[in-house]
Structures are given as C-alpha cells and as structure tokens.
C-alpha cells in the first residue's frame, strides 16, 4: 500500500491490471460477479480517489473494452512493466494431463479435480507455475500439465514431479 497522500500512478499514466476484474456490485447495469475486464489488458488512469478512507482506487478507462473501473493499487502494474500471460488465474477449476508424483508416490491422478490458488509469474512465459489444491495436498504445478475443468483431451500416461 502507499504512503498516506502518496499515489502510485497519477492521471494519464498507462496501466495494465494483473487479474481478472469482476464486478464487486459497484459497476452499474451488471449482476455481481459478472466479468468485467481480462487480465494484461491495459488502460489509462482517469482518476484517483479513496474507499473507506484508507484504500486508494485508480479509475482506469480500457478503451479496448469500454469500459472505465475502479481498481486497486495492487491490481495494477505500469504498462511497461514486464508481464507473463496465464492461462488460468485463481479461483479456476482445473484438472491435471499427467499423473503429479511426490517423491515417487502419485498424490494426484491424471484428472484429478484441483482449484487454482496462486499463479507464480516470473519474466519467462514458459515457466508459469501454479500452486493448486488438490484434494489432500497444494501443490506447485507447471502451466503445460493442467487443462481447464471439463476440457476434452487426450491424456499423457507420464508422471510428473511437482517442483
């Protein structure tokens, strides 16, 4: 959080929102809930102004999307910024392509449900890993070994050591 009187980002300034924005029931016309904005997608600050006295909100206009909404500090990067896409982000259900062994012993079978708890980004989009709950057991768990809950494919009969 900033400083007390201090903003981050100042009207004009290009940013880039790092998770997916649902509206919180302050979007008018939209039921709560409903989607709003992707993540990485960039937009520009209109304003900057304060909820419940202690939390700044950057009105961000994303003209690609039309639509203008409040986001938190922590929300928001410089559009500059380096950022790795992801496939899924919290909340999503997924399901393992691979058996997931630790130390040799398969904790979550190929088509395991799990919920995806964290996305661990870093600046190489082919090392995006996730912590997942699977039943029992979180594990941190690459990009290229989970599909969205329901996907239909092909399995992959191979196991894989979480890291």
Known sequence: MCEEGYERYDYGDKVRVIRNVR?????????????????????????????LQDQVIYS?????????????????????????????EFRDKVTSRVNLAVEGEIVAPIGTPGEVIKVLRNDDPERVQYHVRFPNRTLQVPENVLMSLGQEEESDDSSAQPT
Do not use: K, M
């Open 23 to 51: 509206n919180d029931g302050t979007y008018p016309g939209l039921d709560v809930g409903a989607f709003l904005i992707r993540r990485g997608s960039v937009g520009h600050v209109v304003n900057v102004g304060t909820f």
């Open 60 to 88: 961000v206009h994303f003209l690609s999307e039309q639509r203008l909404v409040g986001c938190r500090e922590e929300e928001l990067i410089p559009a500059d910024a380096p950022w790795t896409p992801s496939r899924f």
